[in-house]
């Protein structure tokens, strides 16, 4: 079971930036690694836990949500196994909880965009921007 701690959330006003970090540690069950995706969610209160971005980590191929295209940045650091999300140009809007979740197995975009596909979450980090 892969155990995943999210940090780096806060306060920042409109305009700033802001980058969170997910370490993973633990054994990977039954594949390497380097088979599994990450994924950064967020869940603003009242609403759905709605997707953000993923990484491959074999290979860094990503997928952003329309809503943080051109403005967040998910990467990896395979030595820390460690995925980063630079967030530039947050906006009010951006105010969430944010969790990174891991999935044993790449799939598709749309399959990799679903909250219940993922199989292990951090505890979430708190980002608050402000107009």
């Known amino acids: 079971q892969v155990q995943l701690v999210e940090s780096g959330g806060g306060l920042a006003q409109a305009g700033a930036s802001l980058s969170l970090s997910c370490a993973a540690s633990?054994?990977?069950?039954?594949?390497?690694?380097?088979?599994?995706?990450i994924g950064w969610f967020r869940q603003a209160p009242g609403k759905e836990r709605e997707f953000v971005a993923n990484?491959?980590?074999?290979?860094?191929?990503?997928d952003y949500a329309n809503s943080v295209k051109g403005r967040f940045r998910i990467s990896r650091d395979n030595a820390k196994k460690t995925v980063y999300l630079q967030m530039n140009g947050l906006k009010p809007e951006d105010t969430a909880v944010y969790y990174c979740?891991?999935?044993?197995?790449?799939?598709?975009?749309?399959?990799?965009?679903?909250?219940?596909?993922?199989?292990?979450w951090g505890q979430g980090t708190q980002v608050t921007v402000s107009s």
């Open positions: 990484i491959r980590w074999r290979d860094g191929t990503t």
């Open positions: 979740a891991s999935r044993e197995a790449w799939g598709s975009n749309s399959t990799m965009a679903i909250a219940t596909n993922y199989d292990s």
């Open positions: 633990g054994r990977a069950s039954g594949r390497t690694f380097s088979s599994y995706g």
